[in-house]
């Protein structure tokens, strides 16, 4: 049975075009908009840095399993945020500012492609506050857990990216993740699918629909 479609408030309702800004200056908001080369390079760039100092402490069998632990935490947080953050209904201003600047906007305008990942500033912030916050809990195994969180992350925004640009690839698990996405942005974007690179964690909260993709 399909799942009744639910309705779509206006500030997550998808437009075909245009783009909206969250700074008046131009030269503010040029900083809120980045190319997707941009944050992958980056990121890739401090994973491969992070690594090579990890394997020169620890072994390789070791960093494999705390890397592969990374990038499974960080499905869990794309989930989460996605979620609890950027969908949860509130009324507080400051939180309503957080999800219309870091996703209402995107929802607003999914083929604004400066949008579909974080600019170079505010992410090279977050991934110092998670490094120290893995650093407090994991000392130095974090740097082979940080790599993995990274290398989720680059991975997610390159298929999130993907996903919004090109069309559904044949190849039946990335041609269901593509779909399920849509489906999040035109059909059920505040109650199901808060996965974008595995459906993982909305099997296990439950947040799936019930019709399938083939």
């Known amino acids: 049975m399909e799942s009744k479609m639910e309705r779509i408030p206006e500030?997550?309702?998808?437009?075909?075009?245009?783009?909206?800004?969250?700074?008046?200056?131009?030269?503010?908001?040029?900083?809120?908009?980045?190319?997707?080369?941009?944050?992958?390079?980056?990121?890739?760039?401090?994973?491969?840095?992070?690594?090579?100092?990890?394997?020169?402490?620890?072994?390789?069998l070791l960093f494999m399993f705390l890397f592969a632990a990374g990038w499974l935490f960080w499905t869990f947080t794309e989930y989460w945020i996605h979620r609890y953050v950027y969908h949860v209904k509130t009324n507080k201003k400051w939180l309503l500012s957080i999800q219309h600047a870091g996703h209402g906007i995107h929802h607003q305008y999914p083929k604004d492609?400066?949008?579909?990942?974080?600019p170079p500033l505010p992410a090279f912030i977050l991934v110092a506050v998670f490094y120290g916050i893995f650093w407090l809990i994991l000392r130095t195994y974090a740097m082979a857990f940080l790599p993995g969180f990274l290398f989720g992350y680059v991975f997610y925004i390159s298929l999130h990216y993907a996903e919004h640009r090109f069309k559904a690839p044949k190849f039946g698990p990335l041609h269901r993740l593509w779909r399920y996405h849509m489906l999040h942005h035109y059909k059920y974007p505040e109650s199901k699918l808060f996965g974008v690179s595995t459906m993982l964690w909305d099997r296990i909260f439950d947040t799936m629909p019930t019709e399938r993709i083939e």
């Open 11 to 60: 500030h997550l309702r998808p437009r075909k075009t245009g783009t909206d800004e969250i700074f008046k200056n131009a030269w503010v908001e040029k900083f809120t908009r980045a190319h997707i080369s941009v944050p992958v390079t980056m990121h890739l760039m401090i994973c491969i840095f992070i690594s090579y100092y990890a394997l020169r402490s620890i072994s390789l």
């Open 113 to 118: 492609s400066t949008r579909l990942a974080m």
